[in-house]
């Protein structure tokens, strides 16, 4: 079965973008800044991936943040393509469904993320007053 789903967790780089299209609806543009694993040298390698939505929900929780705020958004990775026949734009971009801020500051580079402690697992006594 085919999926098309895309999770990233991130940063804004920079302020929303607001566009009106002749349809008459609105298309809200922004890039969210990811990083990747360090290179050999030591340094952070980061993607900047253009993001869009057409949902007004998910282009008012995205418009409420600034700049280097963290985020995770959901969605599907699109092609569009632009131009005449000859000379085609091909652009690659994250069609977003849900996108939500985070409540915590995202590690500073080098960090490793934390995590949650584990869940105790159940023991005997409590599996038998369960059942």
């Not at 299209?21 to 993607?47: A, C, E, F, Q």
């Not at 418009?63 to 652009?91: H, M, N, Q, Y």
Request: charged share 25%; net charge positive; proline share 11%.
């Amino acid at each position: 079965m085919d999926r098309n789903e895309v999770l990233l967790v991130g940063r804004l780089s920079a302020a929303v973008e607001e566009q009106s299209l002749p349809s008459g609806d609105t298309v809200t543009k922004w890039r969210i800044i990811v990083r990747r694993r360090r290179n050999r040298r030591g340094g952070t390698l980061t993607d900047s991936i253009p993001c869009v939505t057409f949902n007004p929900e998910v282009a008012a929780s995205v418009r409420r943040l600034k700049p280097r705020d963290p985020l995770e958004v959901t969605g599907s990775f699109r092609c569009r393509i632009f131009g005449p026949t000859a000379a085609k734009i091909f652009r690659y971009e994250v069609e977003v469904h849900e996108a939500k801020p985070l409540d915590h500051p995202l590690p500073a580079s080098g960090q490793k993320p934390s995590t949650p402690p584990p869940r105790p697992l159940p023991t005997l006594a409590s599996l038998a007053v369960a059942t």
